[in-house]
């Protein structure tokens, strides 16, 4: 008996070792596009809609519908996004669906960095608020704590509330919930100073280091999947 629980729990080590390590890496890959897209597409957001929404608000105010049709259509995108998963969702159960959700991101990422900073913001950045929409839909969970990795708000909200419970109750899980958050929100931002200096260097062709680290987590997620067969 002693034997079986040790197994199990060194399993349960392991699968939430692999989850937080993907949660982080796409926290990372949130913060990296948002900065991209922010500096090099219109100052746009492909995940912070409230900062979208904002900036359409303001164009609209001062510079009539000249500039709003990326602000416009980022928004719509990322809601098709959510959409589309959750839809997926409900049609199917399998483990597969999960990972390959990164496909359309690791495609259009690729796709995105062979365009021109000439090509129309409205024909690069909405694609990628589609991605962003689908990716934080789709795994929106480490440990059964709810999170995001698109931005940050809520992490940070959620992480405050845990650390205060921990610093009054001492409880390990409002301790464990705490440091993800913290752990979470600093790989955001590091992915946004990664690729703002990046961008200094490769400018269109930053975005491309997305594709790999999303075709890296593809494929191990994959091998895990089948390896448990």
């Known amino acids: 008996m002693f034997g079986s629980d040790l197994i199990k729990n060194e399993w349960l080590k392991q699968k939430?070792?692999?989850?937080?390590l993907i949660g982080l890496t796409l926290a990372f890959c949130g913060g990296y596009v948002d900065a991209y897209t922010y500096i090099?597409?219109?100052?746009?957001?492909?995940?912070?809609?409230?900062?979208?929404?904002?900036?359409?608000?303001?164009?609209i105010a001062n510079r009539?519908?000249?500039?709003?049709?990326?602000?416009?259509?980022?928004?719509?995108?990322?809601?098709?996004?959510?959409?589309?998963?959750?839809?997926?969702?409900?049609?199917s159960s399998s483990p597969y669906v999960k990972p390959l959700t990164l496909v359309p991101c690791i495609v259009t990422c690729l796709i995105v960095g062979f365009l021109p900073v000439t090509t129309p913001d409205y024909l690069v950045v909405p694609p990628l608020a589609f991605c962003m929409g689908i990716q934080t839909t789709s795994f929106g969970k480490?440990?059964?704590?709810?999170?995001?990795?698109s931005f940050l708000t809520g992490n940070i909200k959620k992480g405050m509330i845990a650390w205060n419970g921990f610093f009054f109750s001492h409880s390990l899980e409002e301790k464990h919930a705490a440091k993800l958050y913290l752990a979470i929100t600093l790989a955001f931002a590091l992915g946004a100073l990664v690729s703002a200096e990046l961008e200094k260097l490769f400018t269109i062709h930053t975005i491309w280091l997305v594709?790999?680290?999303?075709?890296?987590?593809?494929?191990?997620y994959l091998y895990l999947l089948t390896s448990k067969k």
């Open 16 to 20: 939430y070792a692999q989850s937080l």
């Open 211 to 220: 594709t790999l680290i999303l075709g890296t987590i593809l494929a191990r």
């Open 142 to 149: 480490i440990d059964g704590l709810p999170y995001n990795n």
């Open 64 to 91: 009539g519908l000249v500039l709003t049709e990326t602000r416009f259509f980022t928004f719509v995108f990322f809601v098709l996004g959510i959409y589309l998963v959750s839809f997926i969702a409900k049609k």
């Open 40 to 59: 090099l597409r219109e100052h746009s957001l492909v995940a912070g809609q409230t900062g979208n929404i904002i900036f359409l608000a303001y164009d």
